[in-house]
């Protein structure tokens, strides 16, 4: 009876066809899995431990538990025998349905809490660890099995590798706009282990080249934390470990060079790529791209000046847009000028073939009526800025996804690639008194009445820095504090802060701590001065 049973079931989708075993084939989706331990404030989950699994969305809690385990324990060897339990991101265990009497099944928990897949994350733990932290919050008045953090969680996607040969990938098709480029970043940045660190030592008189040896060096890796040392004026290496404010000094250095390397062209705001061959023999263009992803993951800034059509090519966007302006050779630009500007169809013919060896290169050269010069314009225009350069723009795509930074742009194309080509908002001063705020002393003490005052200075002296009535701008004020231009893409981390102090008549900055100490002075005069003469004078910060 079995066999009869089995041989009817196998009848039926033969009748169907190909088309009807396609059908009848469960795709299966992809969500998070993470790993949570015992703390000592509870269960926690473990950063840099979220990997992606597939699976059919009408799993059990019993059937995901089980390839839960056995993927964990493909990616990570050292993992313990368990027994294991399924648990939700507030490390309850996975058994109904939240709020419900239903079973567990991956596809009712979806549509349940109205994510998609792909921004799902379930946990795996210990039994034993799970056991011992709901004693813990069963013996203390305060609950210790809490949920943690959405920068905890980072429930965000990790994505893997696309096919080359798919233009965009197919999750772009349904892409959740409601997702944050901060929380994307964070999630990519999971991947970084701040147990290890590869070194790079950086004169800023040529960051450059000193960027260039670190990213070369053996024992580089993408997901090392990165440890900055800079060179004093003197040659020598200045005292203090790097906890992030180096780095970022660094990484906005690094973009502000790497826009006038002679790998780009065009306008400051829109640059494209173009090929040199000596750069290609140096990987050039592969190094470009690492050095943008590697910045953006790791809290650095985002370059804000690749041209949008080399964006749109990279992500598959058949979109383009450029302009005369964009051609920086003076002679190619003045023939498209004079092509656009010719009234007839002889006078158009005759530019053209005088200038034959410019458009046959193109591959454009052809009878073209007036009707028809923008166009031809513009496809030109397309050959100059795009497809003569291939192959250094397939080299700079290979680097960017550098901790799969690319992939997340394809993934998340209207949240992620602006990051590319949009120029950063202008800081105002309104922005910067919301960066940074205030510690101060307790109401009604002698100390809080002089820093009130001292707040009334800093307003009016981010208000000068606006209007450019000081020596110091908005963008050297904020590097001055953070070692950052302006906010970077995974949001500043520890949030800035102001603190006062009457120890120094100059203001003091802890960029690490992104602290920024102002002198309590008696005057706005002696204030706006201090401020002015300490900052110029930084040792290297606020110079870029």
Known sequence: MEYRKKKNEERQKFSCGKMGLKKTAKTKVQINIGLMSKKKDGLRPHRGKSIALRIDPDSSATSLLSEAVKKMRDFNKDLSDGPFLLLYPDATEVINIPGTNSPFTLGAYKAEIGKPYQRITLFICIKSDFEEAAEMSDSDSEVVVRRPTEFELADTLPWE???????????????????????????????????????????????????????????????NDLFIKFNDDAGCFEEGLDMGGPRREFLTLLMSHLRNRPIFDGPPDRRYLVYNSRAAMEVEYFLAGKMIAVSIVNGGPAPHFLSKNLVNRMIGDP??????????????????????????????????????T????????????????????????????????????????????????????????????????????????????????????????????????????WADYLLDCEEKVTAVSLEELLMFATGLTALPPAGMIPPPCLEFSSDSPFPVANTCANALKLPVSESYRVFKANMDFGIQNSPGFGNF
């Open 161 to 223: 590798p696309q096919d080359e040969s798919s233009p965009l990938p197919k999750v772009a098709e349904n892409e959740d706009t409601d997702v944050q480029a901060h929380e994307i970043i964070a999630d990519l940045a999971l991947a970084i282990d701040h147990k290890k660190v590869s070194r790079f030592n950086i004169s800023r008189s040529d960051v450059w080249d000193g960027a260039v040896r670190g990213f070369r060096r053996s024992t580089y890796s993408d997901n």
């Open 319 to 356: 979109s383009f847009s450029a302009t005369i302006d964009d051609v920086k050779d003076e002679e190619i630009g003045k023939v498209l000028h004079q092509v656009l500007e010719a009234e007839s169809d002889e006078v158009l013919q005759n530019l053209i073939l005088q200038n034959s």
């Open 358 to 457: 410019i458009f046959q290169t193109a591959g454009c050269l052809r009878s073209v009526k007036t009707s028809e010069k923008q166009g031809f314009v513009e496809e030109y225009l397309k050959w100059y800025i795009i497809e003569k350069n291939e192959s250094a723009i397939q080299r700079f795509k290979d680097g960017l996804d550098s901790l799969h930074f690319f992939t997340a742009v394809q993934q998340y194309p209207s949240v992620l690639a602006p990051l590319l080509y949009m120029t950063y908002k202008t800081l105002t001063a309104s922005d910067m008194e919301n960066i940074f705020r205030p510690s101060l002393s307790p109401a009604g003490s002698n100390r809080r009445q002089k820093e009130a005052l001292t707040l009334g200075f």
